[in-house]
């Protein structure tokens, strides 16, 4: 199910500022090498991405599920000169890629890439989070924002894609849909949670806009 008519999706991106010319070299590549392009934000919601990330112009920023970079740079728009995010992959095949571009980039002294199943590398990190972007695998989303929610400053906003599942969380899952089902859980716990305030935009894929108290 297409939350948004292809011809009201056409016109947000019209009515949109561009992305820079990097992103578009980055999605045409992406595009070109990748068996799932698909998964890359791509330019409505980077541009999203972006101003969320200058309007809090955050210290730390954490993505899970770099990809092929494409959040990642859209993120680092926002940080301050002193700032810095660190983005997990377990894909250690692709990240060439990520890292190509990251360093063609005016913040490749600010992108930390590290390698690995993201619930190993988050028990590692000892920062702490002005903003987090969980862009990995469905089946992780609770365990992700749980293990994330200790370390998110005070104030600090997570943001989780992918939350509306094409509609299918309006859906009675068949009892194998595993995703569809933690993704209904993990809803009704942030709509539930005391620690947070939270927002789903029906943008795209659906996009939880998560504050912690
Ligand atoms: C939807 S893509 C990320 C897209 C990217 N954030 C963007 O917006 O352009 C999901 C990524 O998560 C990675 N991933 C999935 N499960 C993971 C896990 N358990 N640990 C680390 N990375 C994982 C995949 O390899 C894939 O590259």
Redesign the pocket.
């Known amino acids: 199910m297409d939350i948004l008519s292809a011809e009201l999706e056409k016109y947000l991106d019209r009515h949109r500022t561009s992305e820079m010319d990097l992103l578009k070299k980055l999605e045409k590549e992406t595009f070109q090498k990748t068996t799932q392009p698909q998964?890359?934000?791509g330019g409505y919601?980077?541009r999203l991405l972006s101003l969320i990330s200058k309007m809090i112009q955050p210290k730390t920023i954490l993505?899970?599920?770099?990809?092929?970079?494409?959040?990642?740079l859209c993120l680092a728009e926002g940080l301050p000169k002193e700032g810095k995010i660190i983005t997990?992959?377990?894909?250690e095949e692709?990240m060439y890629l990520p890292k190509k571009y990251f360093a063609e980039s005016k913040f490749a002294e600010q992108i930390e890439t590290k390698i690995?199943?993201?619930?190993d590398?988050l028990d590692e990190l000892e920062e702490n989070f002005d903003l987090v972007?969980i862009?990995?695998?469905k089946s992780?989303y609770i365990n992700y924002y749980e293990k994330v929610l200790g370390k998110m400053n005070s104030g600090g906003i997570i943001l989780a894609?992918?939350v509306l599942w094409y509609g299918k969380v309006l859906e009675e899952p068949k009892p194998n849909d595993k995703d569809t089902l933690i993704l209904k859980e993990f809803n009704e716990l942030v709509a539930e949670d005391v620690r947070v305030e939270t927002i789903i935009l029906p943008i795209r894929d659906g996009i939880s806009l998560i504050r912690k108290k």
């Open positions: 998964m890359l934000s919601q980077g993505e899970i599920g770099t990809f092929t970079g494409y959040a990642t997990i992959d377990r894909n692709l690995g199943n993201a619930l590398v972007f862009d990995a695998d992780n894609d992918n």
